[in-house]
């Protein structure tokens, strides 16, 4: 199968960022501001998995429609198929877009920060989707930690901790909306280039990208290594555009 599976994401409006008060929250997560998506759009069910990404490399039209040379990243011995693709950076993930949208006629691409902000929530505004809380039966990360302490953190004797990926889908529930994988895995990355907080953010679900002299791209949802506080629906991180790290990865978008 060469397109991901996706899921329509409703049209709405939602409070983008952190509450004040929120736990480990910082400023760089506000003004929370409404951000109101006039059409739904569709969003990856899982991150891009190596099994799809591999199969992109070995396409006869992938040099000519990416842009790129096949390139096969490294699955650091962990494995390929369903787990989600690592150490790809922002170009290889953009030529992975534009080679699906060429062979799809499809206008596949990343999501704003706002439209992976609106689509992890799935209509709430708790640190995490399924509640105030997250213990390593919901999502991926590093469970010697606590979402606790705003400073250090907890740590708990003999937490789980995971120390690769996993395959998609089978760590925790879908969402609301039925998107898997929101909270740790691999960060995700976003179309927005990175920008210190949201004073002057779109409010109409578009990425933010005036920001010239800035090369470095908006990770969203934490990762399979991080304590659960990265793991938040409102953190925001970022991303030099030529990393390639084993904590990142992305899912794709299209506009309906």
Not at 98 to 103: M, P
Request: one cysteine or more; aromatic letters at 12%; proline letters at 7%.
């Amino acid at each position: 199968m060469i397109e991901p599976e996706t899921v329509t994401v409703p049209s709405g409006t939602f409070w983008m960022g952190a509450a004040d008060g929120e736990p480990t929250s910082s400023d760089r997560e506000r003004p929370r501001h409404q951000v109101t998506f006039e059409r739904a759009f569709n969003l990856g069910k899982f991150p891009v998995t190596f099994a799809e990404w591999d199969i992109a490399q070995q396409h006869q039209d992938w040099t000519r429609l990416s842009g790129r040379p096949p390139y096969f990243p490294d699955d650091c011995g962990w494995g390929r198929g369903r787990r989600p693709v690592i150490n790809v950076n922002s170009d290889d993930i953009r030529g992975f877009c534009q080679w699906l949208a060429g062979v799809t006629g499809i206008p596949y691409r990343l999501p704003s920060e706002a439209e992976w902000e609106y689509a992890c929530r799935g209509g709430t505004s708790t640190p995490f989707n399924f509640g105030t809380t997250i213990d390593p039966t919901q999502a991926n990360y590093d469970g010697n930690y606590m979402f606790n302490d705003p400073i250090s953190c907890d740590v708990i004797r003999g937490g789980l901790y995971r120390q690769r990926t996993t395959e998609v889908g089978t760590v925790g529930q879908a969402n609301a909306f039925g998107l898997h994988d929101m909270h740790g895995n691999v960060w995700e990355y976003c179309a927005d280039l990175s920008h210190k907080n949201y004073v002057g953010a779109p409010t109409d679900g578009s990425a933010w990208l005036d920001h010239p002299h800035i090369e470095a791209f908006i990770v969203r949802g934490g990762s399979w290594q991080n304590n659960p506080d990265y793991l938040r629906s409102a953190m925001r991180d970022f991303m030099y555009k030529n990393n390639r790290l084993v904590s990142d990865g992305f899912r794709v978008a299209r506009s309906l």
